[in-house]
DNA sequence: AAAACATATTTGCAATGCAAATAATTTATT
DNA sequence: AATAAATTATTTGCATTGCAAATATGTTTT
């Protein structure tokens, strides 16, 4: 070490800075959307795979189904969502968008994944490949390389990561 | 847009693989502490800068005084850090850490920050050069440059908000 | 049929976080 | 000097997140 760490903590700050930057721009959301962060996820999450069930959706998010449950009551009363007990296991539960559901998520910015891609996309082939090389080189050091991507701007990732229904 | 797409959306999940990484380092840290994130986060900016009002407490927090007040409550409830009212501005608390805090502190793991410095170190010149302006790039495109970087290894950034006491 | 398992929920708890009100003190204004 | 205004920390009240443990209901396995 030695001269390396200057570069080395700029390279930190602007690591915690974008991540702040990405979680002010998620409270920015909020404030527009008058839902909360994690209400927002899981609505988002909701659109993009539903009908999902309670477990399946406190799975894709990492937190436990009690919590989950908290989060679709808040969001149930608001109009958001809706229940449905399952005719085939009527254990589960299905969770929908309403209509006014719909529309919240459709008018819902995605502020922080719109302007990543929208800045990636104006960069050089060049330089986007240095870039991906380095948040790899990030990741390897963090040792997060098997940590699945949480909240994506497609949907056909987050697969889910219980066996599919049976036939 | 079109193929350079899979990079973007590549760039974007390690740069959340990132963040989730460092939370759940700093969770882990939590749990060898037996503090919360918040908790660590305060004593370690106490640790930096004692003794520190509560007040610039809050501002580097950025929170709201009512908020770090709790904080150091349950802290202080720990023995780990004391409060002591000023005596030049009697409306002023300054916060110090306990002996007990002291040991807390420095046994507390810095692990996202550690394996990141360790990380950085030992990637060759070049490629450090990349990731550093690679992170550069990433706080351009999210408007983030004025940041102020939130929590560091090294004790001299952050400097107040405030202007400095008078003569 | 009984036991084991799965799913969603309820209950109870702790912590974060804010806004508004309050108490104490200092600074500014008249 | 007296009053008004501003600052500092705190208290109170509230909503939310988040978990663990217990519960109710339903399904699968033995």
């Known amino acids: 070490m030695g001269n390396n760490s200057d570069e080395i ?18 409270k920015t959301a909020e404030k527009e959307t008058g839902l909360t962060g994690p209400q927002l996820w899981a609505i988002k999450l ?8 309670v477990s399946d959706l406190a799975r894709r998010m ?13 969001l149930e009363s608001k109009g958001l969502v ?16 309403t209509a006014q559901g719909r529309v919240v998520v459709s ?19 060049k330089k986007l490949s240095h870039v991906s ?7 390897r050091i963090l040792g997060a390389e098997d940590f699945p991507p949480q909240l994506l701007f497609s949907q056909e990732v987050n697969l889910p990561l219980e066996p599919a229904k049976k036939p």
């Open 107 to 125: 008018q819902a910015p995605e502020v922080a994944q719109g302007m990543l891609v929208k800045g990636l996309e104006s960069l050089s082939p």
């Open 62 to 74: 990492y937190l436990h189904p009690a919590t989950v449950v908290g989060i679709l009551d808040r």
């Open 9 to 26: 903590s700029e390279v930190i700050d602007n690591l915690r800075r974008s991540m702040k930057a990405i979680n002010e721009y998620s």
């Open 133 to 139: 090389e380095s948040m790899r080189d990030i990741v």
């Open 46 to 53: 909701v659109a993009g795979s539903a009908p999902i069930k």
């Open 82 to 97: 809706q229940r449905t007990r399952s005719t085939e296991d009527r254990r589960v539960v299905e969770i929908d968008l």
